[in-house]
């Protein structure tokens, strides 16, 4: 079953359209024996040279949450696990493992992570990815200020947080 990719589906601005294309490829994944999807790409669309925009919802925090919380609901109501990935400012493929994006607090809390705020506190997603690239020099899948203090104990995150494939460092 061939789907829009993110950003065309959030070109729609319909988070109930998002909600059924969720439940489709959540129903698929089930019927492949898939337990986790990888999906949906929560990253913002900040940087055009950026290979994996097409998967993201878009550059606005708001419409990307919107978007966000109807896909991944619709997955999981499918017994699938959805994975916001990639937490955070994944901006380029290339040289990724060393890219290093400075961000100020206030544009962490209202740019970048609205839509994965809304993943876990309205949609209830089963797992986060963190993503390759460093943020504020720390690599994500060691970075305690995002994955303890903001995603398990500011937003009560339970779920299964994931490195990306060999994004581990230490």
Same mark, same amino acid.
């Given at each position: 079953?061939?789907?829009?990719?993110?950003?065309?589906?959030?070109?729609?601005?319909?988070?109930?359209? +998002?909600?059924? !294309?969720?439940?489709?490829?959540?129903?698929?994944?089930?019927? #492949?024996?898939? /337990?986790?999807?990888?999906?949906?790409? $929560?990253?913002? *669309?900040? %940087?055009?040279?950026?290979?994996?925009?097409?998967? *993201?919802?878009?550059?606005?925090?708001?419409?990307?949450?919107?978007?966000?919380?109807?896909?991944?609901?619709? !997955?999981?109501?499918?017994?699938?696990? +959805?994975?916001? #990935?990639? $937490?955070?400012?994944?901006?380029?493929?290339?040289?990724? /493992?060393? @890219?290093?994006?400075?961000?100020?607090?206030?544009?962490?809390?209202?740019?970048?992570?609205?839509?994965?705020?809304?993943?876990?506190?309205?949609?209830?997603?089963? %797992? !986060?990815?963190?993503? *390759?690239?460093?943020?504020?020099?720390?690599?994500?899948?060691?970075?305690?200020?995002?994955?303890?203090?903001? $995603?398990?104990?500011?937003?009560?995150? %339970?779920?299964? $947080?994931?490195?990306?494939?060999? %994004? @581990? *460092?230490?």
């Amino acid at each position: 079953t061939a789907m829009a990719a993110g950003i065309n589906l959030a070109a729609t601005w319909d988070a109930a359209l +998002a909600e059924r !294309v969720g439940r489709e490829i959540g129903r698929d994944a089930r019927a #492949k024996g898939v /337990h986790f999807l990888l999906g949906p790409g $929560l990253n913002i *669309y900040r %940087a055009p040279m950026n290979g994996r925009n097409f998967e *993201y919802f878009g550059e606005d925090p708001f419409l990307a949450s919107r978007m966000a919380v109807g896909y991944i609901k619709g !997955v999981q109501s499918q017994g699938v696990s +959805a994975t916001a #990935k990639h $937490l955070m400012a994944n901006n380029s493929e290339f040289d990724r /493992h060393n @890219t290093d994006s400075i961000i100020d607090e206030r544009t962490l809390r209202e740019i970048y992570l609205p839509a994965f705020e809304a993943a876990v506190k309205d949609a209830h997603v089963g %797992a !986060v990815m963190d993503s *390759y690239n460093l943020v504020n020099g720390t690599h994500l899948t060691q970075n305690s200020m995002l994955n303890s203090e903001i $995603l398990k104990q500011e937003w009560g995150f %339970a779920g299964v $947080l994931m490195s990306d494939w060999f %994004a @581990t *460092y230490d």
